[in-house]
């Protein structure tokens, strides 16, 4: 089987589809198909053949473990691109393309994407950090505090180190937030933290810090 994500896929109307699925791959006679399974993008279909008495099942995907293919594709495809999940299951609706679900593909992030982006960070992390371990003179940081604006209604924010020179995130943290001297307070508590994990962790000390 080729790669789902190198292979290259298609639009495909049914009736093209049915043209096709209506004829026995044995006898090359016509033959009843149905669909007999749908789930998100994927079809399975049966057919039955009256002349040679074939009985045989299609599928319109392969499948990765339970999982259609195609819907955990797009899924991936919307999350990687930073699109609109709404937007893009609209269009597609709106051409009468079968399609997910909201529902799927928030489970989808939570139980595959979400994480599978969280490892990926954190492989992505050691390798930044043994490189930076190697740097003479230690590491320049700056680091600094995000919530959403104005600010004084966000719940959470983050904070961030960025090492100045190789301009590569260092570390980053989820800080609760209540008002805006309070945030400044955790950013500042937030950068001890992550500095003290920089060095407890991969031995790294700091030269400069800017926040």
């Not at 940081?141 to 260092?170: C, F, M, N, Q």
Request: aromatic share 10%; with cysteine.
């Amino acid at each position: 089987m080729e790669n789902p994500v190198q292979d290259e896929k298609y639009v495909v109307f049914r009736s093209c589809l049915w043209a096709l699925l209506q004829r026995c791959p044995g006898c090359s006679k016509p033959c009843h198909a149905e669909i007999a399974h749908r789930s998100g993008s994927m079809i399975k279909v049966n057919r039955d053949c009256d002349y040679c008495e074939d009985t045989n099942s299609w599928t319109s995907q392969p499948m990765l473990g339970e999982i259609p293919a195609g819907n955990i594709l797009l899924s991936s495809a919307i999350m990687f691109t930073g699109a609109s999940y709404t937007k893009t299951l609209r269009v597609l609706n709106s051409m009468n393309i079968a399609t997910i679900s909201t529902r799927t593909f928030q489970d989808h992030c939570k139980k595959f994407l979400h994480p599978a982006i969280y490892h990926m960070f954190l492989d992505s992390q050691s390798d930044i950090l043994r490189e930076l371990r190697s740097m003479d003179g230690g590491l320049v940081l700056g680091g600094d505090g995000r919530a959403d604006s104005p600010g004084y209604s966000a719940k959470y924010g983050s904070y961030t180190l960025i090492e100045l020179r190789t301009k590569k995130v260092v570390h980053m943290q989820l800080v609760q937030v209540s008002c805006s001297v309070q945030w400044c307070i955790a950013n500042f508590e937030t950068a001890v933290v992550l500095l003290s994990y920089l060095y407890m962790s991969y031995h790294i000390y700091w030269a400069t810090f800017c926040s």
